[in-house]
């Protein structure tokens, strides 16, 4: 499975965007789907996670509402609605997929990762 992340850049505080990851390679694809970030010198940070069905979703305590992940199976794409984005919002986005339908926060429970997409949000 090849996971490709599209929609980062540069956005002021405030603002919004929207990533999505299309999924390829397997013609059935109900796998959870999560999306991580990892900050310059800081450690890869869980930010949500959507099961394989799509009806069980969680996020990272610090979304505190802001996000909304989402995906459509038939289109095999995760999406990830960013909103009021803060400067430490700012880092390299991850989506991940696979290992299990069950929805998960650890970075080890999957199996594919795209190449990550860059946000930067300006003052």
């Known amino acids: 499975v090849q996971l490709q992340a599209s929609g980062g850049g540069l956005v002021q505080a405030g603002g919004s965007l929207r990533f999505s990851c299309a999924a390829s390679g397997r013609t059935d694809f109900n796998d959870r789907m999560a999306w991580f970030r990892q900050a310059p010198g800081k450690e890869r940070e869980f930010v949500a996670a959507?099961?394989?069905?799509?009806?069980?979703?969680n996020y990272g305590d610090f979304v505190k509402g802001r996000f909304t992940i989402s995906r459509d199976n038939a289109k095999k794409t995760l999406y990830l609605q960013m909103n009021s984005l803060k400067p430490e919002d700012a880092a390299v986005y991850y989506c991940?997929?696979?290992?299990?339908?069950?929805?998960?926060?650890?970075?080890?429970?999957?199996?594919?990762w795209g190449r990550g997409t860059q946000v930067t949000v300006s003052n």
């Open positions: 959507i099961s394989g069905s799509g009806s069980s979703t």
């Open positions: 991940a997929a696979g290992g299990g339908v069950v929805i998960s926060p650890r970075s080890g429970a999957y199996t594919y």
